[in-house]
């Protein structure tokens, strides 16, 4: 469609006549040269004709297309408006202390719900937001902090400290939406969306200033960019993948979790010149499968830091792959002959993932390897959770029967006798893996019995000949068992030609900061990411010391946790799982109910000092000397839960302190 002809009209159905106003004027300045924006009140919509002279209707909300009482016409698309919260308030979002509970407030309780998840969404997940609107019946008085939709008159009177985020802007996933159903130039929904990272960027870059460390602004940007439907990746001024989506990944052939820190030339055709991703502009050109692909370039400046450059990408629709640019593997560089590697190479790649600076267990890795080399059965026992299935899959990997199945009998445990020699089937050649084998019922024994001998008799191997060697894993009370004689001794022995004793966790304690930035990084996305960086001192030193019962599995799994809760400030003690919590203080260190309400109050109020926390006692009915108020101080800070300063310093509880408070 021409400029010259009549433009594309959009009508916008939203309740509050504030809101109809900002999308217009919003919508006007991005789309006004192509589309006209006219607004309404659902109410004034008396008829399905007054929706014919449009080619699409925006609703500002689900709720008012389900709630309108006239029949849209056919002809006529329909778009349900995505909205989100105005980023540039985030920085003075994260400045509030973490862990506080904070109102969100707005009219409709809905809204509210939804901007909590956008927030969640978002990874701000360090507070404990409550919705707030007309429909809440009891206030607070213990939440000192409050962020609205636009309605600061509804905050709570006592609140003092007030985030007013304004309206819900819309998002960029509804501007795309209205790009592609008209069909507007590539260019501009390029620039909108440029325009958009860029505004983002630096409310990011402006959070990664404030805080010493930039992981909550990675963790953020990484958000952004993970909900956007088009490829998005950011390079640095070297031109390494700082960030990228799973839509980028898959236009450029990268592995998304392993491409951050990759120099993005290397994903470039071959024979393509990368002096270009330094310079703004539009390039067409195609992917290494061969796809016609639009890569946009666009060079990002913020004041005190290195540049930055934004690139988006799609695929070219205009075009089709040229026949004299045949498709190449994708990957990061081009495909080479494979070159057969040697047993010491094979090894260490094999065994990569078995991260430890212990000594005790790089000898327990040292026996394993060499234990590849040959062909016999291998029993490996130990606790649950120290890694016995992944040493049987570094053990077969390194292996002569690398090229040949890893089968795990777990998957066919329901099968009945009969369909047994499935699993030999299956596993020829290979590795057959036997997981937790002391649960292994008597038939089942009596089965890999009969594998072990590689015995063809009328039972339950057919009459052929299996090549296939058996791992199996158990706890390291195995013998009991035979002992008991519920597990049987001939199959016991036979599994018992090579045995491998992995260690618990406890017993490699070294390990326990390595381990820990292992799943930061992979979850985070940063190479150069410090355990210091994501736990406070206090919550490091605990994880240093803990049992750890679940051992590498609960150590990953507790990983994954930290992560879900980071949010801008380092972790603490009282952001341990409620089953953890409940073993940081001996049950003899129960809080009575007076020092509890000193506990509590000295967190609410950081810094106060005895003459504070003696009023608010008297205020709540309890009456307490100075001299006894100075034992109990005295008392609180001996058993570390609060630290008292010098001066007028005043009090402040530790984080053992506030980990204590949420037991109960």
């Not at 594309?8 to 006549?17: E, K």
């Not at 701000?124 to 409050?146: C, G, K, M, R, W």
């Not at 870059?205 to 909900?227: C, D, E, H, P, R």
């Not at 600076?357 to 606790?383: H, W």
């Amino acid at each position: 469609m021409s400029l010259s002809a009549n433009k594309y009209r959009v009508l916008i159905l939203c309740i509050n006549p504030y809101i109809r106003i900002e999308f217009q004027d919003y919508l006007r300045s991005l789309l006004g040269d192509y589309i006209d924006f006219d607004a309404c009140d659902p109410a004034e919509a008396g008829s399905s004709s007054q929706f014919l002279p449009y080619q699409c209707i925006l609703f500002s909300s689900s709720k008012i297309q389900a709630t309108l009482p006239i029949p849209i016409p056919g002809s006529v698309h329909q778009i349900v408006c995505t909205r989100t919260f105005n980023h540039a308030f985030l920085d003075q979002i994260i400045r509030i202390p973490p862990n506080e509970k904070v109102y969100v407030v707005n009219d409709l309780l809905d809204s509210t719900v939804n901007i909590i998840k956008e927030f969640e969404e978002m990874g701000i997940n360090q507070y404990q937001f409550i919705p707030y609107s007309d429909e809440t019946q009891e206030v607070d008085l213990s939440i000192h902090y409050a962020i609205t939709i636009g309605e600061p008159q509804m905050v709570p009177k006592h609140i003092r400290n007030i985030i007013n985020i304004g309206n819900r802007i819309i998002d960029i996933s509804t501007i795309n939406e209205l790009c592609v159903f008209f069909h507007l130039p590539a260019k501009l929904g390029n620039q909108i969306t440029k325009n958009y990272i860029s505004h983002i960027l630096k409310v990011v870059k402006t959070a990664g200033s404030y805080y010493s460390s930039f992981i909550f602004s990675q963790q953020l940007m990484q958000a952004v960019t993970s909900n956007l439907p088009y490829g998005l990746c950011l390079l640095d001024e070297k031109g390494n993948i700082s960030i990228m989506n799973k839509h980028f990944a898959g236009d450029w052939g990268i592995r998304e979790k392993r491409g951050n820190g990759t120099l993005f030339a290397q994903c470039l055709p071959e024979g393509c010149s990368p002096a270009f991703l330094t310079q703004t502009g539009d390039y067409r050109m195609a992917n290494r499968a061969g796809t016609p692909m639009i890569l946009s370039v666009m060079e990002l400046s913020f004041p005190y830091h290195p540049k930055v450059f934004l690139l988006t990408s799609k695929p070219d629709a205009s075009r089709e792959a040229r026949p004299d640019s045949p498709p190449q593997s994708s990957g990061l560089a081009p495909s080479e002959p494979e070159r057969e590697t040697s047993p010491i190479e094979r090894q260490r790649a094999s065994f990569l993932n078995l991260i430890t600076a212990s000594e005790k267990f790089q000898e327990v890795l040292s026996y394993a390897r060499r234990l590849s080399l040959f062909d016999f059965p291998i029993l490996i026992q130990g606790e649950s959770g120290t890694q016995k299935k992944m040493l049987a899959r570094a053990i077969h990997k390194s292996s002569s029967r690398r090229s040949h199945p890893f089968v795990s009998l777990n998957q066919f445990l329901t099968l009945s006798e009969y369909q047994l020699p499935q699993v030999l089937e299956a596993a020829n050649h290979g590795t057959l893996l036997v997981d937790n084998i002391e649960h292994l019922s008597l038939e089942k024994q009596d089965f890999l019995v009969q594998v072990l001998q590689n015995v063809s008799s009328d039972s339950l191997i057919p009459q052929k000949s299996y090549d296939i060697r058996i791992i199996a894993t158990s706890s390291p009370r195995l013998y009991s068992l035979v002992q008991e004689g519920s597990f049987r001794k001939d199959l016991f022995f036979q599994l018992s030609t090579a045995v491998i004793d992995t260690l618990p966790l406890r017993e490699r304690r070294e390990d326990i900061p390595l381990l820990f930035e292992h799943f930061f990084r992979s979850s985070f996305h940063d190479s150069k990411l410090r355990i210091e960086s994501v736990l406070s001192k206090s919550l490091y030193q605990f994880l240093q010391n803990y049992s750890y019962p679940g051992n590498i599995k609960e150590l990953m799994n507790l990983a994954q946790y930290f992560y879900s809760m980071y949010g801008a400030h380092p972790l603490i003690l009282s952001q341990l799982p409620s089953y953890i919590r409940e073993s940081l203080a001996p049950a003899n260190s129960q809080l009575s109910a007076l020092e509890r309400e000193v506990l509590s109050f000295i967190k609410a109020s950081p810094k106060c000092g005895r003459t504070s926390i003696q009023n608010a006692l008297a205020e709540s009915g309890t009456g307490l000397s100075d001299g006894k108020l100075r034992g109990l101080i005295k008392e609180l800070a001996q058993k570390e839960l609060i630290v008292v300063h010098r001066t007028k310093g005043g009090c402040e509880i530790t984080e053992t302190g506030a980990a204590l408070l949420e037991r109960v």
